[in-house]
């Protein structure tokens, strides 16, 4: 497709947003069975949800615009769902693997931030009002579990996973399996 219109753009964009949220609605349901916290495994899981409605979401203004969202695959999303498969392939501590967890999926938030916010000024400066109000729908669940997933993160994995460099028992604070290594 050549890229002669903002349009082209938004399009090309849009057929990426849904190459990435068909990849990550693969990754999702790993991540949830590797992590150790209970609130973390949830978050994965409720986001996966979201992450299907957001499909719907691009299908749908993808129709509005008479395309397909078909044809292009996400190389970025491709690359940081290696990152976190990476991730969980290691030998690690629970804590400190539910740390690594939460940074690879705040690594695809913060990708999909900007490219939601990208499509959707777009699609706003083309006048295409409900492509533009259905982007910022999918822009602020992409920033809440941006924010839920710091949350976990300062909240308790953190500190759980120093507490462990630190030789500090942690208790039963990652999940109630102590601060044992992950068990395959």
Not at 8 to 24: F, G, H, M, R, T
Not at 75 to 80: I, K
Not at 102 to 130: D, F, M, N, P
Request: glycine letters at 10%.
């Amino acid at each position: 497709m050549k890229l002669e219109s903002l349009r082209d753009l938004l399009v090309d964009q849009l057929k990426d947003l849904y190459s990435a949220e068909n990849q990550l609605v693969k990754a999702l349901p790993k991540m949830a069975k590797n992590a150790s916290l209970p609130e973390l495994s949830n978050g994965f899981e409720k986001h996966l949800d979201e992450t299907r409605g957001q499909v719907e979401r691009l299908e749908r203004i993808c129709e509005q615009l008479g395309v397909t969202p078909k044809g292009k695959k996400c190389a970025a999303m491709e690359g940081l769902i290696e990152e976190g498969k990476e991730i969980m392939e290691e030998d690690a501590d629970e804590a400190v693997l539910d740390a690594g967890l939460i940074a690879a999926a705040q690594k695809v938030e913060h990708y999909e931030i900007a490219s939601y916010g990208c499509a959707r000024t777009w699609a706003e400066q083309l006048g295409l009002r409900e492509a533009a109000r259905l982007l910022q729908q999918t822009l602020d669940e992409e920033k809440a579990t941006d924010e839920k997933l710091n949350k976990i993160a300062v909240g308790m994995v953190n500190r759980q996973a120093k507490a462990g460099e630190e030789g500090e028992a942690v208790g039963a604070g990652a999940g109630g399996r102590g601060n044992g290594r992950r068990k395959r």
